[in-house]
């Protein structure tokens, strides 16, 4: 599994960079301890920095939520051109369609936390007696992040994402037509 | 011997037994001594250390009541006190203030942002780019799935119109894939060909995304080979009563064959002295269009539909795309042979296909006309066709084909409520959009649907438009040869043997 998890993260390498960049990104500005600040290497933590766990609910949710959100934004912009060019329009000579499907397709891949991140965000707001609101707004997202980190652990994220890239014009085509109208 | 025996057995555990509770005393009382000795050590070690980082034990134990609060520990490690020598107010301790600033970023990670942050400006130009074609093709998309298929094919158009005015190299494979199985999906096997031999190069249709449209390819290419078998077979231009039976006969015999193709030459199976030498395209016999070959024979010969509505029924029921080309000719076959309920039930499965299309609107008005003798119901129909092919903007050749026929049963319904007056706007508006159907060949459609022109002269006679009547006599007889039935009917006309309901109600005007 785990040379499977590492073939499927080095096809995926910009997208594991850009995570693991994020990842670092935000354990600068929620003071947390990397251990390793390579962006780039081919082990189980691919795509990931090696740093400390956050003790603090606000840094464990920041650093699941801020390389999810910049990867998954980034990744639809670009994911957009390259699907309705190529699956959609079905313009096959067109090269930069291509970079542009490998790339959100890329990028969509690595848009997960990994695991033990996830469980220290459940340690931080649900294993306690606290009564606060902030339970109410995290719980989805630990839902995604807790599916998403499994997916990605057995490598599934990128069959999701190849199958995010067909659905895309379809998603697309519900409002796209409607804001060109308005604009036209 | 018993005796010592049993005193041994009597003492020698005694002896084992205390000789090992010594033994296990002893290694107790080391080890007690070891364990205190090692804490002894420990203690005075930890205490050491301490005092080299500025601990004082008897201050400490004077604050060990008052220990220190959150506040004032490291914010990242809770254990030690907060403060730095650069920052006293840092809410962290020397150590974490130190690891936390000693993480440099990657370059690597640097140069990847920066590249996908110029690849998704560039895409986002890119999709503003094909937002209008996108749209244009969204749209289409709702409309082919609406079954709209007139719609779908205009939309289609707008959008390759936007390509071609784009400019742009690349081909636009599933716009051409949509339209060529929509046109297909209509029975234009005309406007197929062309999308293929315009748009697409030969290599292309070897593509996976073309898998639909190689199949449609293969089905036309049987269609046409069968055509030239056909054509191999029987002349349909001399058939007569004497040969009609052999030349059924002779096409029936087609069905199940195989046809080999190589450049030019065609074979069939049934062409005993060919052997095929597995170089030819091989094709089976399309038994629609035998069917259909069958259905032209005996309309030539002008027989009546209950000889051929069978031939018709097999025809289309082998494809759906006999059912889109052929459906209204059986309609019209079961309407003439009393089968209403039938024609009815196809007329449905037909606007299952295409919505759009007239002829729905067609049948139903057929069979209001004979059935239910309803001529105001059957006109509208007729109505509702007609404006349906508008709102679908009929500006297209293939629009325009199914107007002519509605406008004239519009015409012929007015004939049957006595009302010459309108019927005669009705039938001189079919020919008009009969001409500009076929814009080119004026000429041609008089001689494809003399009917037409007939109808026009006759009203147009019956209601004083002399005028009329005379351009309409002109054209017809300029250009169509044989106008014998024209005069028969002209002449029962003049004579008042019948009346323009008799000669309508035979069926021969309706254009179908």
Known sequence: MRIIYVII???????????????????????IIIDDERVVRFDEMMSHV??????????????????????????????????????????????????????????????????????????????????KISKVFVAPFYGIFWLGARLEKFSL???????????????????????????? | MDENKEKLDGQQPDVETDDLKQEMEDLARIFKEELDKTKQEAEELAIEELEVEGYNPQ??????????SDEELCEYCGERARGTEKNPKSPYCQECESLLEKCPYDYKGIIAVLVIACITIGAMFCFAVNMPIFSIMKKADKAATENKIFTALIEYESALEFVENKETDHTFYNLHEKRIELYYDLGNIDSVNYEIETYLKEDDLKLPLFKDTREIVSDIEAMEATSVIIGQHVDLNVISEKNYQETLDELDKLIGKKIYVKGNVYNDSTNESFTPDGTETVYDVDAGWVYIAKYQASVLLEKEAKDYVDDMEKAVES?????????????????????????????????????????????????????????????????????????SSGETAFVMRYSPVLLM????????????????????????????????????????????????ALVSLQVGDNDNYKAMEENLKQTVEDTKQYELDLADLKSGAKTLKNLVESGRYDLI
Not at chain 2, 335 to 360: H, P
Request: hydrophobic share 45%.
């Open chain 2, 59 to 68: 201050k400490v134990s004077k604050d060990d009541s008052n220990k220190k």
């Open chain 2, 409 to 456: 049963q519009k015409g012929i319904n007015l004939i049957m409520l006595d009302k010459n007056d309108e019927a005669v706007d009705s039938i001189n508006d079919c020919c008009y959009a009969l001409a500009e159907t076929y814009i080119d060949s004026y000429t041609t459609m008089i001689v494809q649907y003399p009917q037409a022109w007939e109808i026009a």
């Open chain 1, 50 to 131: 090696d740093h400390d766990l956050a003790k603090r609910k606000g840094p464990s949710f920041d650093i699941c939520f801020i390389p999810f959100f910049f990867n998954l934004v980034i990744g639809s912009m670009i994911l957009m051109y390259g699907s309705v060019s190529i699956i959609y329009f079905g313009r096959l000579a067109d090269i930069f369609g291509w970079v542009c499907l490998y790339l959100g397709i890329a990028l969509l891949t690595n848009i997960f936390p990994q695991i033990e991140d996830v469980m220290m965000l459940k340690e931080n707001y649900f294993l306690n007696n606290e009564k």
């Open chain 2, 319 to 391: 494809s759906e795309f006999m059912k889109s080309l052929a459906g209204y000719m059986l309609a019209d076959a079961y309407v003439k042979v009393g089968q209403y309920d039938k024609a009815e039930s196809l007329a449905k499965d037909l606007k299952e296909i295409n919505c759009e299309a007239t002829d729905y609107y067609l049948i139903m008005s057929l069979v209001s006309r004979y059935r239910d003798k309803d001529y105001n119901k059957a006109i509208e129909y007729t109505e509702q066709g007609v404006k349906a092919l508008e709102e």
């Open chain 1, 157 to 184: 994220t990128l069959v999701t994402s190849v199958a995010f890239a067909f659905v895309m014009p379809y998603i697309l085509g519900l409002f796209v037509p409607a804001i060109y109208n308005a604009i036209k």
């Open chain 1, 9 to 31: 993260k080095t096809l995926t390498l910009p997208g594991a960079m850009l995570h693991a960049f994020f990842e670092h990104l935000c354990c600068r500005t929620s003071k």
